[in-house]
């Protein structure tokens, strides 16, 4: 048949792709300039970086000015795709731990993960745009993830308090990929992929790219049903010396169950020195409840972007996405302990939503006098609309023994009353401006946004309608000192809307503000990459209900300060190493009584990350490797145990005291270590992967002490890819 053949039905394979949908992918090109025999320069679409090494150079769809990470004022990590696959990673939350200053955490039994970046909340956006269920994605249509790390309000508008993850997918590659993969790992887990990429077209302007994964488990480690990973995604791709422009879809449906967790035995014991104070479950008995508990989701998107240069000095981008999901929740949850026991309910819950998003703007590129600009301006808009769904309540307890007691009850009914709907829109308007001088960087930016929060309970008949404006402002300077060696300094800021009402006053938006310092250090030829920084982010306009007018009180928040790290590239030819490390301290400015003012709950003050890989480059062990990663953190909250409230008096009903038995529960410091050997024989590549290798008992980051989600025992992934071409 022939490797000529085998290029004949890539094209048609992506055709046939193109007919039914399209993928969800930037532009930002990877391009190649080759002279032709008439001297006319081609440009083409390449397979990006991203895809083959650890270290990058330029951020995809994060940055606007269109130059290198090195002349941004800003602590930015990508964790790219080679990385991914080296690694075998399941998910963007394992993916993260690849990235210092980054937590995810399980903040409830449902098991979703929620991200955030030096101890505050971050933005999701895919291909750079605001879109939905971004710790859910699967990675193996990922090009690479990149970290901001301080607010990002610039670039995505509210809610962007500690930083921004921005999910890059795939891009069509001019040149033929054709990459076929099986899997298989611990608790029956089977899966088979597809990566496939070609020209379309005889001047290769045209080209196409399908990625799709089947995985089915039969059960997790804690014997709860085994998720599954179904998705499909196409993209079609024109490109040219002047123009890029890619169209896609992706299709996506998900299962995943509940995360085994265990629990504090006796939230009753509050005293710190008291026998079994804090004590955790041993052996919680999982699977609590049914099998089938879990999250199942399934979501359709589909995108553009485009990228012309219309001049010399102007370049015009535009990128949009429309996406449509659903997602599922059905599981039993822990309500609350009393000295009787523990009670739980159903939660049954579902969700129905779209959104859409645009950015667009236009870059002049050009002198005043010594010095050359960047200058950006342009428009961001972003829509979500969800229905929100619930199923019967109930009430199960209490129990003294989980187990036994949750042991024949049955899944939740899937929700399918409709509660609330919910529509959030987002206008910005933006300008940003890269000011170079010899070795001076410059960068300034402003953004005016609008926010529009329309809410309606469908079951007690009430609307809340609201609109705040906020307006954010980031600067920063670059410093080429000498060789690989930049200094950066910044100031960044980020914003969420406060809409809950006080006597008919509405608060302003809460609001951080990051300022940071670091270096920027390029070793071995430059493709070794180190960034380290020492930042400090303050949290303000917090609001704490009063019982005095206007009956809210506006008060500043959490500080926190800390150094991070994070190397990134090869040291020598087959050795590569990505390693993260983070120190951080939590503070609140105006402590609250009911809550500990040294500590945030699920955010360990110490992070870090070692991974290092090396592959024999001659002799007759040529394309052998090995690899290994140790992950770990430092001892957390998880949660408390006992009450706080305030003390009234009982004739003016005014505070005269608080009563607080409240004390915290921590977890020990955690670290995992996984090791991997890989061999290349011809075509074919196989990859065994061991995770916890050596088998240590592990909890997730939580702050519930009747939710302490655990880690996975030792695992082990064996994956064969045969390449094509």
């Known amino acids: 048949m022939g490797k000529l053949r085998l290029v004949e039905l890539v094209r048609g394979a992506s055709a046939l792709g193109m007919i039914a949908g399209g993928a969800i992918l930037p532009s930002v090109a990877q391009a190649e300039e080759t002279a032709a025999p008439d001297a006319q320069i081609v440009v083409t679409a390449k397979r990006d970086e991203a895809e083959i090494n650890l270290k990058v150079d330029k951020a995809a769809s994060s940055d606007r000015t269109g130059k290198g990470l090195r002349t941004l004022p800003q602590s930015t990590t990508v964790v790219t ?5 080296e690694q075998q990673v399941q998910s963007v939350t394992e993916a993260l731990r690849n990235v210092s200053g980054t937590t995810a955490s399980f903040g409830n039994v449902q098991g979703v993960p929620s991200i955030s970046v030096r101890g505050f909340g971050a933005t999701g956006l895919s291909n750079g745009l605001s879109g939905s269920l971004t710790a859910l994605q699967p990675v193996d249509n990922l090009e690479r993830i990149e970290v901001l790390k301080g607010p990002s309000a610039i670039l995505s508008g509210a809610d962007s308090l500690g930083g921004t993850v921005n999910l890059v997918t795939k891009r069509p590659s001019a040149d033929p990929i054709l990459d076929v993969n ?73 299962f995943t169950p509940l995360t085994p967790y265990t629990y504090v035995v006796d939230t009753q014991i509050v005293d710190p020195k008291a026998p079994g104070f804090g004590q955790i479950a041993a052996n919680p008995g999982n699977p609590l409840g049914p099998r089938g508990q879990g999250i199942g989701s399934s979501s359709e998107r589909y995108y553009f972007n485009a990228e012309h240069k219309a001049a010399s000095w102007l370049t015009l981008v535009a990128r949009g996405e429309h996406g449509n999901r659903r997602v599922n929740i059905r599981l039993l949850q ?71 007691g949750l042991a024949g009850l049955p899944l939740p009914e899937q929700a399918g009353t409709p509660s609330n709907i919910a529509t959030i829109v987002q206008n910005g308007l933006y300008a940003q401006d890269l000011i170079e001088f010899n070795r001076f960087h410059i960068y300034a930016g402003y953004r005016r946004n609008r926010y529009h929060l329309n809410a309606a309970s469908l ?45 008919g006053f509405i608060p302003k938006p809460q609001r951080t503000r990051n300022i940071e310092g670091g270096i920027k250090l390029d070793l071995f030829g430059r493709k070794l990459a180190i960034v380290a920084s020492y930042y400090r982010n303050k949290q303000n306009s917090i609001v704490n209900g009063s019982l005095a007018p206007p009956f809210y009180q506006v008060i500043d928040g959490l500080v926190a300060e800390g150094f991070e790290a994070d190397v990134n590239g090869q040291i020598l030819p087959g ?14 400015t105006n402590p609250n009584p009911f809550e500990r003012s040294d500590f945030v709950i699920a955010q360990p003050k110490t992070r870090y990350s070692f991974f290092t890989a090396y592959e024999i480059q001659k002799g007759p062990l ?26 009234f008096d009982p004739v003016t009903f005014e505070i005269t005291g608080t009563f607080n038995n409240r004390a915290p529960v921590f977890l020990g410091a955690q670290t995992s270590v996984d090791a991997n050997i890989h061999y290349k024989l011809g075509d074919l590549k196989l990859n065994l992967g061991v995770k916890n290798l050596f088998d240590r008992k592990l909890y997730n980051l939580a702050p519930l002490v009747d939710y302490i989600p655990l880690g996975a025992p030792r695992t082990f992934t064996l994956t064969a890819t045969y390449s094509f071409f």
């Open 575 to 588: 050795w590569t190493i990505a390693a993260t490390f983070s120190q951080a301290s939590y503070k609140y």
């Open 182 to 254: 099986g899997e298989y790992g611990s608790f029956d887990t089977w899966a088979i992929g597809v990566d496939a990429s070609n020209a379309l077209t005889a001047d290769k302007k045209l080209s196409a790219r399908i990625v799709g994964r089947w995985l089915d488990a039969d059960r997790n480690y804690g014997g709860y049903a085994g998720r599954n990973e179904h998705f499909f995604a196409p993209a079609l791709r024109f490109k040219d010396a002047k123009s890029d422009i890619i169209l896609g879809a992706s299709i996506a449906e998900n």
């Open 81 to 85: 795709s080679a990385l991914l696959k």
């Open 459 to 503: 079951q007690f008949s009430s609307v809340n309608d609201e609109r705040q404006t906020a307006n954010t402002v980031s600067a920063g300077a670059v410093v080429d000192v000498v060789g690989g060696l930049s200094v950066y300094g910044n100031f960044l800021s980020g914003y969420a809307p406060n809409f809950a009402q006080y006597d």
């Open 334 to 404: 822990p309500l609350f302990t009393d000295p009787s026991g523990v009670y739980y309910s159903p939660l049954s819950q579902g969700s129905q939503g779209r959104n859409d998003a645009l950015d667009a703007y236009a870059r002049f590129n050009f002198k005043t006098g010594p010095f050359s600009h960047a200058l950006t301006a342009g428009y961001n808009y972003s829509r979500d609309r969800s229905l929100t769904l619930t199923g019967a309540s109930a009430f199960y307890g209490p129990f003294t023994d989980r187990a036994a």
């Open 622 to 647: 040529k394309s052998l490797g090995a690899s290994v990663g140790v992950y770990g953190f430092s001892r957390s909250i998880a949660g408390t145990v006992g009450s706080a409230y305030p003390i």
